[in-house]
């Protein structure tokens, strides 16, 4: 019972983690779990049970680097617009967060390994799914969860669903990069990992992929790239590896799947609530299934926001602005935009606007090199952590997001201890 409580309480602290929520005005759980984390990495420290690692220092870098060429950004144009000149700090925040997280996890199970952190983002994000759901559906879900989670009014009035901290492309960015690790630990350890948790593994799948999409149709992107990955792997198996133990995971998907498919239509036809919100997350498919052509608002809004700059000072160093100036600096003379700086929440052009090819360059080596760490220490994940990565940069096409602190979890986990963790748990006969 003890063990039970303890990892529904590390549960709540990874949503509160991956999915923060203010706790008082201009802090957030992030920011606590933050502060936490450093005093007890510090303490640590002290007792010469940690060490600080030059691929840390060599992040921290790059980080320092991203900040720097957004504070020269400001500086030339002369505007007052902090969003990435601060960055060191915010990765120094989503690292301490993490530490916490990490260090509960060991507390509760003995040691961290990738794949029991990944568990945990996993049922996190199925469970933000489920209370989404919930939201929608039922008003005294809904009360609770607006008594913790200030944001609800603005999603009711604009008519999203939204979890506890978990909405919008923020929420549709991460649970993509959940949908890439059940697919990538799936096929990695299928042939050793208890049929129970291949059924988590399905189940969870489809829970996000279905109403992950209902929150935020960037949800897609996971399913696109992880569905490609499981595929390939599937059609390019040897005939001698098309056995029991090869593919028991991509057999466990199907069956999922396939149980899963008749109650979704079930749903679709008599709940409204579901009829109205799938429509909304695969709008493009309906689309294209009843007039022929793949047409989805939100992609009509995207081409309108292909703005471009118009001189080489902002495609070298940018304008400085990454928000909408009129919010903010009450000097702006320039021209007028939506609720965004040159009327684009496109990434790669929001980026190029506030710190031009050279801060983007630098915050996409930054990226990599947080990837690289990763399989550096993790390697028999590799790929998870390249589709990780691929999810960040797909979504960057529609976009703003920072995906590190899916990473800062696993930055936060020694290969020695993951390796003794997954021989001493994760790797035992299926039955």
């Known amino acids: 019972m003890i063990q039970f409580c303890s990892i529904i309480f590390t549960i709540i602290m990874t949503s509160l983690y991956f999915f923060p929520i203010d706790i008082v005005t201009g802090v957030n759980s992030k920011m606590i779990m933050a502060g936490f984390g450093l005093v ?4 640590q420290l002290a007792q010469r049970k940690k060490y600080l690692e030059k691929d840390y220092l060599f992040l921290s870098l790059f980080a320092g ?3 720097l060429s957004g504070f020269l950004s400001m500086w030339y144009n002369d505007t007052n617009d902090t969003t990435y000149a601060t960055y060191l700090v915010s990765m120094l925040v989503w690292l301490g ?3 916490f997280v990490i260090e509960l996890i060991k507390l509760v199970h003995g040691k961290a390994s990738a794949v029991l952190v990944a568990n945990y983002l996993i049922a996190v994000c199925a469970l933000q799914c489920i209370i989404a759901l919930g939201v929608e559906m039922n008003s005294m879900v809904k009360s609770l969860v607006d008594s913790v989670y200030s944001g609800g009014a603005y999603y009711e009035e604009h008519d999203r669903m939204y979890g506890i901290g978990a909405s919008l492309d923020i929420a549709g960015t991460r649970f993509s990069a959940v949908l890439c690790m059940i697919v990538c630990i799936g096929i990695a350890y299928g042939k050793v990992l208890k049929k129970e948790w291949l059924i988590f593994y399905g ?3 489809m829970i996000i992929a279905t109403i992950g999409n209902m929150i935020s149709r960037t949800t897609t992107v996971g399913v696109v790239l992880s569905l490609i990955y499981l595929l390939f792997v599937v059609f390019n198996m040897d005939k001698k590896e098309i056995s029991k133990s090869k593919t028991r995971f991509w057999r466990w998907m199907i069956i999922v799947i396939a149980l899963s498919i008749p109650l979704i239509v079930y749903f679709y036809r008599y709940n409204d609530v579901i009829y109205k919100n799938l429509r909304f997350a695969f709008e493009g498919f309906f689309s294209l299934v009843e007039k022929g052509e793949w047409n989805v608002h939100s992609n009509d809004m995207l081409q309108n926001m292909v703005v471009f700059p118009e001189s080489l000072k902002t495609w070298i160093i940018g304008d400085g602005y ?8 009450p000097y702006y003379t320039g021209k007028m935009g939506t609720a ?3 009327g684009t929440d496109i990434g790669y052009l ?8 050279v801060g983007l360059i630098l915050f996409m080596t930054y990226f990599c090199y947080a990837a ?12 998870m952590f390249l589709l990780i990565l691929a999810v960040n940069f797909v979504v960057w096409f529609k976009v703003a997001t920072d995906i590190f602190l899916v990473f800062a979890l696993f930055l936060c986990i020694s290969k020695e201890e993951n390796d003794e963790y997954n021989n001493r748990i994760l790797l035992e006969k299926a039955e």
């Open 372 to 383: 690289k760490v990763c399989i550096k220490n993790l390697s028999s994940l590799r790929i």
């Open 65 to 67: 680097l991203v900040s």
């Open 322 to 329: 990454f928000d909408n100036p009129l919010k903010s600096d």
């Open 350 to 357: 929001r980026f190029i606007f506030y710190f031009g090819l």
């Open 203 to 205: 189940l969870s799948f």
């Open 97 to 99: 967060g993490a530490y």
């Open 340 to 342: 965004y700086y040159m």
């Open 40 to 43: 007890v990495f510090m303490v």
